[in-house]
Nanobody
Framework: QVQLKESGGGSVQPGGSLRLSCLGS????????LGWFREGPEKEREGVAI????????YYADSVKGRFTISRDNAKNTLDLQMNALKPEDTATYYC?????????????????????WGQGTLVTVSS
């Protein structure tokens, strides 16, 4: 059974940076979508950044393009999210998630309903 555990959350001032990491354990082969999602105060969970393993295609939410970078370390079995130029509206609990079946449209990986394994989340607070 695949398990995901996030780390790296914390508090940072606006303009600062954080790096989140997600460690996968269990049977992690046959994953197609690897992604980061977030749920802000009184907001629905939304896709932030995804990586489709076939072709290593990445997609980002418009709100984080140019500021966040998703990457994967196969040797360590981790999925990272480098977050730069953080804004107060980035405050949220961040979750990593995977999908173990292919999708016709890779961008659909940003939709929460298509992901089937979730971590517990790590809190990011951006405040002065």
């Amino acid at each position: 059974q695949v398990q995901l555990k996030e780390s790296g959350g914390g508090s940072v001032q606006p303009g600062g940076s954080l790096r989140l990491s997600c460690l996968g354990s269990g049977y992690t082969a046959n994953t197609y979508c690897l992604g980061w999602f977030r749920e802000g105060p009184e907001k629905e969970r939304e896709g932030v950044a995804i990586l489709y393993t076939e072709g290593s295609t990445t997609y980002y939410a418009d709100s984080v393009k140019g500021r966040f970078t998703i990457s994967r370390d196969n040797a360590k079995n981790t999925l990272d999210l480098q977050m730069n130029a953080l804004k107060p509206e980035d405050t949220a609990t961040y979750y990593c998630a995977t999908r173990r079946a292919p999708l016709y449209y890779v961008s659909d990986c940003l939709q929460t309903l298509y992901m089937d394994v979730w971590g517990q989340g790590t809190l990011v607070t951006v405040s002065s």
